[in-house]
């Protein structure tokens, strides 16, 4: 099995569109592992996405993430990460393919509903900065 980190970001928390989001996730048969509600400062989304520093869009993206609250939740699968992203579609909601997440939800490129890790590697990182392992579930929610 592999994780992932998923984050319903603040436009999606902001648009009540939570249960929808996470209904097309179980749909697609994710674990939900961990979730939690949180509102996260500048500099928390600045370490969270420092990766993306150097980058133009950095400091929107910053601003963006703390400016709500966001739901991160841990999520389980074979290919969890792959199949996730998948599920997302592509950054930019007008090139999504149809039933993905951000084609359904998402109103912007720069407003695109949900993060997803790139790389098991990456959500062990990702996950790690959000949940401390006595807060996940060991085999998901049952």
């Known amino acids: 099995m592999e994780r992932t980190l998923a984050i ?7 648009r009540n569109l939570i249960g929808k989001v996470i209904d097309k996730i179980e ?6 592992l ?6 996260l400062t500048e500099t928390t989304a600045g370490e969270f ?3 993306h520093r150097e980058r133009p869009f950095y400091s929107e993206l910053v ?3 703390s400016s709500g609250t966001v739901l991160p939740i841990v999520l389980e699968k074979q290919n969890a990460v792959a199949d996730f992203r998948t599920l997302i579609g ?7 393919e149809v039933g993905t ?9 720069g407003m695109n ?3 997803g890790s790139d790389s098991p590697e990456n959500a062990a990182v990702e996950i790690a900065f959000f949940f401390s392992t006595k807060e996940l579930a060991e085999n998901g929610c049952e």
């Open 101 to 109: 997440i951000r084609r359904e939800y998402a109103e912007s490129k």
């Open 63 to 65: 601003e963006f993430m």
């Open 113 to 115: 509903i949900v993060h």
């Open 8 to 14: 319903l970001k603040p436009d999606c928390t902001s």
């Open 34 to 39: 961990g979730t939690k509600l949180v509102r």
């Open 27 to 32: 749909a697609a048969g994710f674990k939900i």
């Open 49 to 51: 996405y420092a990766v």
């Open 90 to 96: 592509a950054t930019d909601p007008a090139e999504a």
